[in-house]
């Protein structure tokens, strides 16, 4: 087979998508020695993603997330003659026309559509065209049972056309000794002796002003003096997120430390006490899953995804209630008993999920859809 895979995500943002379109390829390149494997890279983007004399990399001159990325993606595809066998659009969007090779999408969730209003003009123009994508597409790839029926109840996709296929945690996510983070980590100065950890875009699908609201309840009802410390970049909407810091009065007690990188945030990992994750919905869950394979116990929502990924390895909260985040992050804080249990639970669960098990079942469903008609 000659697959081609659309990795131009990998330039225009660093986040889950782009870490599974890169993961997933080199997955796909070490299981496949006799498949050729096309990756379309932004002209941008100067890097080989994937290495091996069975993978080239074409530069391409569309670029992701554009309101003509479907008209352009088809013009460019069929100029350079590329003679795939089939395409596999990780950010879901194929070209506009399918004429030559299969197509296989992966739909990460549909958060876009539960919370339309978050969308600018341009991202909601984007986003507008998953029904068609759903539509053309041969096979679907979803990434949790939850967004499978996402994909059934809110666009009526046919439930024989989608195959769940889980993400993994990057290898590089591991339980280090305590010291060694500590010397690691570059902003040491930054965090508490002791701390709460959220990894996420700051924005109000996260749930955070019931994180804040739960610290606050920690701090005040049960004398809780460990630190809150909040991973990743500004996303929509968060301005309310900083003013309920400031209403709070919890300005000197939460620390903002923008977006980090794998490798900080291998040792922040290790470093925390315990990750919350209190979101209203995820379309996987990858954050509570690294957590989980760096042996740091997981408080996390109960709600779309999370069930599937943490099981009974971490504690599931209403993230609706702030009184049972506030009880649950409690327990965590203060019993050393259940936080032993819930590392090695965290450890063995995570150890479930593995790009080599995701780059197997994708690449039957590559099989099931060349050979459909």
């Given amino acids: 087979m000659r697959i081609g895979i659309d990795a131009r995500i990998a330039h225009y943002t660093g986040g889950g998508i782009s870490q599974y379109t890169i993961h997933l390829a080199k997955a796909l390149a070490e299981l496949s020695q006799d498949d050729e494997f096309v990756l379309l890279q932004s002209r941008k983007d100067r890097r080989h993603l994937v290495h091996g004399p069975h993978v080239r990399r074409v530069s391409m001159w569309t670029p992701s997330h554009n309101r ?216 996987f869950g990858l954050t509570p899953l690294e957590a989980m394979a760096s042996g740091t116990p997981v408080v996390v929502s109960n709600v779309s995804s999370l069930p599937e990924v943490v099981g009974d390895a971490g504690l599931l909260v209403d993230p609706n209630d702030v009184e049972d985040l506030a009880v649950a992050l409690q327990r965590v804080l203060t019993d050393d008993a259940l936080h032993a249990t819930l590392r090695e639970k965290g450890l063995a669960r995570a150890s479930v999920f593995s790009w080599q098990r995701a780059a197997q079942e994708t690449m039957a469903i590559y099989q099931r859809a060349l050979s459909t008609n």
């Fill in 68 to 283: 003509f990325e479907q008209q352009w993606l088809q013009v460019e595809l069929s100029a350079r003659h590329l003679g795939l066998d089939l395409l596999h659009s990780t950010d879901f969007i194929p070209p506009l026309h399918l004429n030559s090779f299969k197509s296989v999408i992966t739909v990460h969730d549909l958060a876009f559509l539960r919370w339309p209003h978050f969308l600018t003009e341009d991202s909601a123009r984007y986003y507008g065209q998953v029904d068609q994508a759903v539509d053309r597409a041969d096979h679907i790839i979803a990434v949790s049972q939850s967004t499978r029926d996402d994909l059934i109840g809110m666009l009526g996709a046919p439930p024989e056309k989608i195959t769940v296929v889980y993400e993994a945690a990057d290898p590089v996510y591991r339980p280090i000794p305590r010291e060694e983070a500590l010397a690691s980590y570059k902003d040491k100065h930054l965090l508490p002796e002791e701390f709460i950890l959220f990894v996420s875009t700051i924005e109000p699908r996260k749930n955070i002003t019931a994180l804040l609201r739960a610290y606050a309840l920690l701090r005040e009802r049960y004398r809780v003096t460990t630190g809150l410390v909040l991973a990743g970049g500004v996303g929509w909407q968060s301005e309310q997120i900083f003013e309920e810091v400031e209403q709070l009065d919890l300005t000197d007690h939460v620390t903002f430390l923008g977006r980090v990188n794998n490798g900080d945030l291998l040792y922040l990992y290790n470093l925390a006490r315990c990750l919350a994750h209190p979101a209203l919905y995820e379309g």
